[in-house]
């Protein structure tokens, strides 16, 4: 087995079924020292921090994933809180893998968290050194809460209830350098790779040029790590990550997708 690594797992929606997968399979060839993930990725990383059985992760992923089971929707929560849905759904499974009340610090492995915070207009990492009150359950619908599908989200445990934070794609959806602290460590870092995703596309009307800013901004976050350290990344093959209503067949697709990715990774660099 391979020396000790960091991994950090980019978000990508319903494409977190992927991430899972790879982390998975890595997990039989390193021993990950530490693990850190944005929105989707997030909720990874807090799977493998907690030492969560895999079947036991697949098939919550499969439960929710196949019925669009994640969006409960609210109208009052968008007129309070800025989102269509409160998020409860999305808590109720990190409970039910993780437990009931427990903190970031209670992790078996240090873990780290990405989620946009409004209060400081910048990302914010919520970790189980810096953070080890946070409630993981919190911090599991904050990291993933897109505007507008979820309400913004506080963390009980350490903030006031004015702090409200969205998805951490938002400014840092793939925390690559989070890690650098240990230059002597390599990061290993999984994202989904969506090949529609880059294709060009011509501006031709109004609904076209927003789509085009977001996917302007959407390149900055996924980019926003600086270059520092030995870095790998393995792309995840994948499908719309905002489809979060996924046939069973392509949730297949989709995990045995990421486990040859990390088994075709070269790990010796």
């Not at 969506?194 to 959407?218: E, I, N, S, T």
């Not at 393995?234 to 088994?263: C, H, N, Y």
Request: proline share 5%; aromatic share 6%; glycine share 12%.
């Amino acid at each position: 087995m391979t020396d000790g690594v960091d991994l950090v797992l980019q978000g990508g929606g319903s494409n977190c079924v992927g991430l899972a997968a790879a982390a998975l399979e890595l997990r039989q060839r390193v021993r990950f020292a530490r693990v850190a993930g944005t929105s989707a990725g997030g909720l990874v990383a807090l799977a493998l921090a907690f030492g969560v059985d895999p079947l036991r992760l697949r098939a919550t992923l499969e439960h929710y994933l196949q019925s669009n089971r994640l969006i409960d929707g609210d109208l009052a929560s968008f007129l309070m809180r800025f989102g269509w849905s409160r998020g409860d759904v999305l808590r109720r499974a990190a409970r039910d893998l993780i437990g009931e009340g427990a903190c970031l610090g209670d992790a078996a492995i240090p873990v780290a968290v990405v989620v946009g915070d409004l209060y400081t207009r910048a990302p914010r990492v919520l970790s189980s050194w810096a953070t080890p009150s946070a409630l993981v359950a919190d911090c599991a619908v904050a990291t993933s809460a897109i505007p507008g599908v979820f309400a913004t989200q506080t963390i009980r445990g350490i903030d006031a209830p004015t702090r409200l934070h969205v998805d951490g794609g938002v400014s840092m959806n793939f925390a690559l350098d989070l890690f650098d602290d240990v230059p002597t460590r390599p990061t290993i870092g999984l994202r989904p790779a969506d090949a529609a995703d880059d294709k060009p596309r011509p501006v031709k009307d109004l609904l076209a040029y927003l789509m085009a800013l977001a996917g302007l901004r959407q390149w900055a976050s996924d980019n926003a790590y600086r270059s520092g350290k030995a870095h790998q990344v393995i792309d995840i093959p994948g499908g719309d990550g905002l489809d979060f209503s996924v046939p069973v067949g392509e949730i297949q697709r989709r995990w045995e997708a990421g486990i040859k990715a990390a088994r075709d990774a070269n790990l010796g660099g």
